[in-house]
């Protein structure tokens, strides 16, 4: 008996087709705009290649998921992200109470795992861990059984969205787990009466209602950001070439582990940290500033700052920096991400080539985790991953469905574009 989740997809998926094939007909051969010699040596900023429905990226308003912005869903739980970012509904109390259900009944561990994470070494990074834990569990995967069994095409998303629940199911034990065995505690056994966030933030063993609720906080406003950042687009190449959830979510994950990414959070602490030692407390705003001007100089980035797609300040740090009011005003953690926010944003305004001097959610959420006391930085980037798996998984159940084909765009040389672009105009 398929679960309501399913019953919806079955249901919403032939209209998804059909929208994708009348495109395809009608507009295929348009063009939606030109790529440029800067573009193609710049990471493929701003060049629009890929679909993604979930959510996008607003310059100006940040995440929209399904077209509510980030700040309108922040009392939302990650399950209702999850069947929003999949369905583009909001889930009902019965719906709601029935994904609940599905994800409880596949929450389960196979014990093999535990021993596959006990035998690596103990200074092994967690995040590495964590991607090695999915591929362990690749062998539960029933779309690769099915596919073998050969699986007509348009069933593909059917046990893509079961893999996806099972890795979804387990991932608040098996990350836990990676944290306990990290601090070298046993681990704690799941409460399956408690909802997707608490029983994670309960299997951590740190207690406390209000570190509940910021687990569920950060675990909704990270679930998903498009699909041309790393972890998204990488996870959507590897599921292209129909590699199983297992593969796909810890390959995208593997790309949320870079500094750049996802680790921006643990280097984000690390910075406020060094602030506090170098000035024995929260420095003055003048202080600040020739710091900040000196690390500059020295060509190291400022954490938490900046954005390749925003524009303004981050809604999701809006949305912490609205929870640490309530519940760490007084930390001095706080007051040093409070007055780094009066500081950075003017200096990195003057570096003219920086295109946005506003913070990002990274530059806040470490510093409400070390209040609570969870202090093993290198551990921030799971709580991420834990999160963005929603958004993977709901792009790539997304994409099987619809039947994306696989990735394959053409690349040149560099001795090709010295040949074949004209030198502009203005340079010679
Ligand atoms: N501090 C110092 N210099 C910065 C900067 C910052 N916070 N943000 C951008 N710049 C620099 C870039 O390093 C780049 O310099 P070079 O040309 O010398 O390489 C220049 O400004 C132009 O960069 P940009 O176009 O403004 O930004 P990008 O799209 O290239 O990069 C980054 C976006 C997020 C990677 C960048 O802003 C950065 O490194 N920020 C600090 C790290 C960080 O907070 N990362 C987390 C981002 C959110 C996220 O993905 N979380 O998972």
Not at 56 to 72: D, M, W
Not at 345 to 351: G, V
């Amino acid at each position: 008996m398929p679960g309501i989740l399913q019953a919806k997809l079955q249901e919403t998926i032939p209209g998804w087709r059909r929208q994708r094939l009348e495109l395809l007909q009608t507009r295929g051969e348009e063009r939606i705009g030109e790529i440029k010699v800067s573009q193609v040596l710049g990471g493929l900023r701003g060049a629009q290649g890929l679909v993604c429905d979930t959510s996008e990226v607003s310059p100006t308003q940040g995440l929209i998921v399904r077209g509510i912005p980030i700040g309108e869903l922040a009392s939302k739980s990650p399950e209702e992200m999850f069947y929003l970012l999949l369905t583009g509904e909001l889930a009902s109390g019965a719906v709601l109470n029935d994904l609940r259900q599905e994800l409880r009944q596949r929450a389960l561990i196979p014990d093999y795992l535990w021993k596959v994470l006990e035998a690596l070494p103990r200074d092994t990074h967690p995040m590495a861990m964590l991607s090695v834990a999915l591929l362990a569990l690749e062998r539960e995967s029933v779309f690769r059984r099915h596919y073998e069994d050969g699986m007509p095409k348009d069933q593909y998303w059917e046990s893509t969205l079961e893999d996806c629940l099972q890795l979804l199911a387990k991932l608040p034990a098996v990350a836990a787990g990676i944290y306990r065995l990290h601090i070298g505690r046993p681990r704690i056994a799941s409460r399956p009466e408690l909802e997707w966030s608490a029983d994670f933030a309960q299997m951590l063993g740190i207690g406390g209602e209000e570190f509940a609720k910021l687990m569920r906080l950060y675990l909704t406003l990270h679930c998903d950001h498009e699909g041309g950042n790393v972890s998204a687009f990488t996870s959507h190449t590897v599921g292209s070439a129909l590699s199983d959830a297992y593969y796909a979510i810890s390959a995208g994950l593997n790309g949320l582990a870079g500094p750049l990414h996802g680790l921006a959070n643990q280097e984000s602490l690390h910075f406020v940290l060094d602030i506090q030692n170098h000035f024995g407390g929260a420095p003055s705003e003048a202080q600040l500033r020739s710091y900040l001007k000196d690390r500059l100089q020295h060509g190291q980035v400022i954490p938490g700052y900046g954005h390749a797609v925003l524009r303004v300040t981050d809604p999701r740090y809006t949305a912490f920096h609205k929870f640490g009011e309530r519940y760490c005003r007084n930390e001095m953690m706080f007051s040093i991400v409070d007055r780094l926010f009066a500081v950075v944003p003017e200096i990195l305004k003057q570096q003219a080539k920086v295109q946005d001097p506003w913070p990002n959610v990274d530059a806040i959420s470490g510093s409400l985790l070390y209040h609570y006391g969870l202090k093993e930085f290198d551990y921030y980037t799971v709580l991420f991953g834990v999160s963005r798996a929603l958004g993977l998984c709901a792009q790539l159940v997304i994409n099987r469905a619809v039947g994306t084909p696989i990735m394959r765009p053409k690349s040149v040389s560099t001795s090709w574009l010295m040949e074949h672009v004209p030198v502009a105009a203005h340079v010679s």
